[in-house]
């Protein structure tokens, strides 16, 4: 038997990144353009921030669990699954993060003062909705496997944890489990394919968690 040091990290994907990238690519092409859409959205998201008025934070809470909702089920679901059988757990998770951000942010009927805490936060969003999609020319993967905001999960959880971080309420701590889940896997997940942004999706995370005591 070969001894377990002498496996690599790659030696535990399912799937090739030749094989991931392309799914990306085709997923992409099939939703075009709602990209352009998720952009304008997750700008928008961000607006409501900075401008901080009464129960805006319901309204980030609302989009948010509906995109955690349809990155579940459309990508994790519906297609990563189809190369990895731990995605339908990630989709589990996903699903649970939309119902979390309802039961935190939306039920409560008492309104809702302005809460941004700080720059820290929106910032971290900003950069995960305007910056991210742009990684994949930096790791010479080209445009079309570009990660878009409401679209793909990195830029979705890191955006949420920005988010997350300028909203803080009572029972926020619960809200970073997933995010902050997922940006260890997508950073394992990355490393393992020798991609140079592997540290980012961590990066980001720890950041926008930072913000929050900022």
Known sequence: MTEWWSYRPSDFLMYSPRVYLRQIEIYNNALWPLQ??????GIGLVWLLLRSRQNDGRIVA???????????????????????WAATYAACGFAVQAILMIVVHVM??????????????PVVA??????YPGLSLIAGRGLGTSEVFGIMP???AIATIGFLA?????????LFVIPTLWCIISSATLYAMVDTTWWIPLAMCVLGIAATFA
């Open 154 to 156: 990195d830029p979705t």
């Open 62 to 84: 609302i989009v948010l669990a509906a995109l955690w909702l349809f990155v579940g089920w459309d990508y994790l679901w519906s297609r990563l699954s189809s190369i990895n």
């Open 126 to 131: 900003a950069v995960a909705v305007l910056l």
């Open 108 to 121: 409560p009927s008492k309104s809702r003062a302005p809460l941004l805490n700080g720059i820290s936060g």
């Open 166 to 174: 300028s909203m803080r309420q009572r029972y926020d701590f619960v």
């Open 36 to 41: 352009l859409v998720m952009l304008l959205v």
